[in-house]
C-alpha cells in the first residue's frame, strides 16, 4: 500500500507504542514505522510531525531539544504519564480490532473459510 493511508486512525497508538520504551526523534520513529511495517507502510516526517504535534496539544508527549554528534539539534519526544496511561489502556483494544477489521475485511470469513 506504500502510504500512511493504510495506519490512519492508528497512527497516534503506534507513535505512543513506540515511545513507550524510550525517547525519539521524528527521523527514527519513520524509519522504524517503515522497517516494522515491512516497508509496506510509509509516513512521511511532515505527516508524522502533524501527529507529534497532535499528541503533543492532548497532553500525551512532550518534546526537548538535544544536540547530536552531527553538531545539529534533534528535537526529540517523550510519552507523559498520560501518554502512557492512554497507551496502556487503549492498546489490547486496538489489537482486537485488527481481528475484526480482518473479518470484515475478508467478507466474514474466518481464518477456516466460510462461517
Do not use: H
Amino acid at each position: 500500500m506504500k502510504s500512511s493511508e493504510f495506519i490512519k486512525g492508528y497512527t497516534e497508538i503506534i507513535v505512543c507504542a513506540l515511545l513507550y520504551d524510550g525517547d525519539d526523534y521524528i527521523y527514527n520513529l519513520v524509519k522504524r514505522i517503515t522497517e516494522s511495517g515491512g516497508r509496506e507502510i510509509q509516513i512521511t516526517n511532515p505527516s508524522l510531525l502533524m501527529i507529534m504535534k497532535k499528541l503533543a496539544a492532548d497532553g500525551k508527549i512532550t518534546s526537548y531539544s538535544s544536540a547530536s554528534k552531527t553538531g545539529v539539534d534533534r528535537r526529540y519526544y517523550s510519552l507523559t504519564e498520560s501518554g502512557r496511561e492512554y497507551y496502556l489502556k487503549n492498546r489490547d483494544a486496538y489489537l482486537g480490532s485488527l481481528k475484526t477489521l480482518k473479518n470484515l475485511i475478508s467478507g466474514g470469513y474466518d481464518d477456516e473459510g466460510k462461517d
